[in-house]
């Protein structure tokens, strides 16, 4: 079934808007997805799509709109980087992942949704999947090459429910030293699972991207997907 854009109404007041693709049968699980730092673009489309067709209900929310609502980059447009970046600086990470938590909860009383939520975010969105099983109430989370994690480790003792890790042991944006801290301080964590990739670099799951990997964007999706079927979302 093709997607549609819907209201979510926002923790503080107000309302935003996010991307909801919906299994063929209409219900299931949900799923939220974590954008990166280009909004709802092709890719986050194509990953709601993607979980759809495995059964779930994914709602990808927009968390730049208190900067730019309804705003969509491309990784692919020189331009567009420096755009993405600055609002990646200007973003409040506790905002987002209050709005976060706010789209998970409408996704979670929706009708057809079985009452289960997770989520799944990259880069940015990585960081704040990580932030959101430390928050909110999610069923199950996985954070593909999440940035900044090291900063936070004191969250983790708050995880709720079972959370994945895709690190890219390559990643220009989360260095060796940053990732061996998350690996020692989520490693003896029971709540967390850690998958690295030695060859991989940031974004390697994106399609069309400059780093898709498409063996490591294979595995690590296969991962994803029997990780949210044991826990279920």
Same mark, same amino acid.
């Given at each position: 079934?093709?997607?549609?854009?819907?209201?979510?109404?926002?923790?503080?007041?107000?309302? !935003?808007? *996010?991307?909801?693709?919906?299994?063929?049968? *209409?219900?299931?699980?949900?799923?939220?997805?974590?954008?990166?730092?280009?909004?709802?673009?092709? /890719?986050?489309?194509?990953?709601?799509?993607?979980?759809? +067709?495995?059964?779930?209900? $994914?709602?990808?929310?927009? #968390?730049?709109?208190?900067?730019?609502?309804?705003?969509?980059?491309?990784?692919? @447009?020189?331009? %567009?980087?420096?755009?993405?970046?600055? #609002?990646?600086?200007? /973003? %409040?990470?506790?905002?987002?992942?209050?709005?976060?938590?706010?789209?998970?909860?409408?996704?979670?009383?929706?009708?057809?949704?079985?009452?289960?939520?997770?989520?799944?975010?990259?880069?940015?969105?990585?960081? #704040? @999947?990580?932030?959101? $099983?430390?928050?909110?109430?999610?069923?199950?989370?996985?954070?593909?090459?999440?940035?900044?994690?090291?900063?936070?480790?004191? =969250?983790?003792?708050?995880?709720?429910?079972? &959370?994945?890790?895709?690190?890219?042991?390559?990643?220009?944006?989360?260095?060796? =030293?940053?990732?061996?801290?998350?690996?020692?301080? #989520?490693? *003896?964590?029971?709540?967390?699972?850690? &998958?690295?990739?030695?060859?991989?670099? &940031?974004? /390697?799951?994106?399609?069309?991207?400059? &780093?898709?990997? +498409? +063996?490591? $964007?294979?595995? +690590?999706? @296969?991962?994803?997907?029997? !990780? /949210?079927?044991?826990?279920? @979302?």
């Amino acid at each position: 079934m093709p997607g549609k854009m819907i209201d979510i109404k926002a923790p503080d007041g107000g309302a !935003f808007q *996010g991307f909801l693709a919906v299994p063929e049968g *209409g219900g299931g699980g949900g799923v939220i997805v974590l954008q990166e730092i280009f909004g709802i673009n092709y /890719f986050m489309r194509e990953t709601c799509h993607r979980l759809a +067709a495995q059964g779930y209900m $994914a709602l990808c929310p927009d #968390l730049f709109w208190r900067q730019a609502p309804g705003i969509e980059l491309s990784d692919m @447009a020189e331009g %567009d980087w420096g755009r993405a970046f600055a #609002l990646y600086q200007g /973003f %409040d990470m506790d905002q987002g992942v209050a709005d976060a938590g706010a789209a998970l909860e409408q996704l979670r009383g929706r009708q057809g949704c079985s009452g289960k939520v997770g989520a799944v975010g990259y880069c940015l969105g990585g960081m #704040l @999947a990580y932030l959101v $099983a430390a928050r909110t109430k999610a069923d199950a989370s996985v954070g593909y090459y999440g940035v900044g994690i090291q900063d936070s480790l004191n =969250e983790a003792a708050n995880i709720s429910g079972p &959370h994945m890790m895709h690190i890219a042991e390559l990643d220009q944006f989360v260095p060796p =030293e940053a990732q061996s801290a998350i690996k020692d301080g #989520l490693g *003896g964590n029971a709540k967390v699972t850690i &998958h690295s990739y030695a060859n991989a670099d &940031h974004a /390697f799951a994106r399609t069309g991207g400059e &780093h898709f990997d +498409a +063996a490591c $964007a294979e595995q +690590a999706n @296969a991962r994803s997907s029997e !990780f /949210f079927a044991q826990h279920p @979302a």
